[in-house]
């Protein structure tokens, strides 16, 4: 009986201060200066895991954050040269919602060398929604952005 007492207390807890941040977070009190630094300087540390983790941050909240030219660069780097597609393709939704005009031309010059099919299909479709019909695309991407298994 004492550890479910114990149990539901800790639950509790957990419970009010997820919700405390979730509100403090929905009242506009973010500090979305200090959180890109954050970001940024989780992105550029040598843990791939912290690594992957800013880059879903970043997408998950690229509307609100200021990514600086260096980091964006970096981004591409990953795009380009890591050797695991989960983190290529993470760097390129990155790239996609950052929304910079330069990593958007470097994505869509790109299409024509990139090898992975399922890959290719999502660049194409990330560039036709950044350049709409002016994308300089052959055809309108069609069908589903990754292939079914």
């Not at 506009?28 to 959180?35: I, Q, V």
Request: glycine share 4%; with cysteine.
């Amino acid at each position: 009986m004492k550890w479910f007492v114990f149990f539901l207390v800790i639950f509790n807890a957990g419970f009010f201060a997820l919700s405390e941040h979730t509100a403090r977070a929905q009242d506009g009190k973010t500090d979305w200066n200090a959180f890109s630094k954050n970001l940024v300087k989780a992105f550029s540390s040598d843990n791939e895991g912290l690594q992957r983790s800013s880059l879903q941050l970043i997408i998950e909240h690229a509307d609100s954050l200021k990514i600086p030219r260096n980091t964006v660069l970096d981004i591409v780097s990953v795009y380009r040269y890591h050797e695991k597609p989960c983190c290529r393709r993470l760097a390129m939704i990155a790239l996609s919602k950052i929304q910079n005009g330069w990593a958007m031309d470097f994505l869509k010059r790109n299409i024509k060398y990139e090898t992975d099919v399922e890959m290719k299909k999502q660049l194409e479709h990330i560039v036709f929604n950044y350049y709409g019909e002016n994308s300089g695309l052959q055809v309108k991407p069609s069908g589903p952005v990754l292939a079914e298994k």
